[in-house]
């Protein structure tokens, strides 16, 4: 064999030896350690399809004959509490039936007004499917898990995200025996940024509690990083769950040479929630949510240079300086 066909070889055996880890590990962080429940054998089915879409829309479908089925019903069960979903129908041109339901998910300490779609609470919830024949019996059947799908290496979205609507994680795992399982956890608290306001006198921040009440004495807070500089406080503007509040520009600004970056907070008492962008499915933050300098001009006169940003972990952060001391950026000579 020539030099130039057995380094070939060596790499496609690399390749696939790395490819055989990638799946490895894809598989065992989405098996948790449990077992789905009973020893004794049951009737299971496996699904074309399981998953929740953008942080919390269920999608189920799955194949069964087409002559055992009057109505369906998927099943979520943990510990004593069930929650039952109606499956829709849908023929087949090879005679079979199948059972689909797109559904909002719901956290129990945080359902949204209005809005159906089952409600759960935190733990594991075993997924199984009861189905009425057209005499009346039902017939019930664990679900598998749903076949591994794996997404390309540069997918631009995360397998799972938190539920945009309330924080809450909603995510599709199998259990030690191959069975499907939700696993349902409540929103962390933390301080979402929505967006911001750059206006040539003022950067407005806005954003909204998650997963926790503002109090009368929740303020907002700049705090730098490194040096003697203190932390700066403001008071937002509430409504609701939602807050707004103008960047304290002329007290973060910096001495000339010199351009700190500032961390971002909501603080009530001694709790402190860093301002941050987490209900996404995003993956590379920072190429996505991609923020240029501003040039603002203080009431006082003085003009500073700005640049707030979303770093890779999702913290929302501000560099400041004087702009007269501030080196030009491309971005300003455009």
Known sequence: MSRPLRHAVGAARRVHRAAVRLRRRTRQSHTVPAFSGGIRPRPWLRPLHLSVAGGRTLNFAVAVPGDSVSTAHLVLECGADRVQTPLEPEPRTDGTVLLTVTAPLRHADHPESGARGPVLGDGLWRAALIVTDPAGRSRRTEVRAAAAVQGPPDDPTLDHCPSPADGATFRVVRSLDDFALLKVRGPRPHA?????????????VHGRLVGATPTADTTAQAVPRGGPRHPVT???DWQGDRFAFDL?????????GHAPTWDLYLRAGRTRLKIARKLTDVRHLRRVHRSAFRIVALADGSVVRVHPRVTAAGAFVVDCADHLSAARSPEELQ
């Open 248 to 256: 304290p520009l002329a007290a973060m600004r910096a001495a000339p």
């Open 192 to 204: 979402e940024l929505v967006s911001l306001d750059t206006l040539w006198d003022r950067v407005t």
């Open 234 to 236: 403001v008071r937002p």
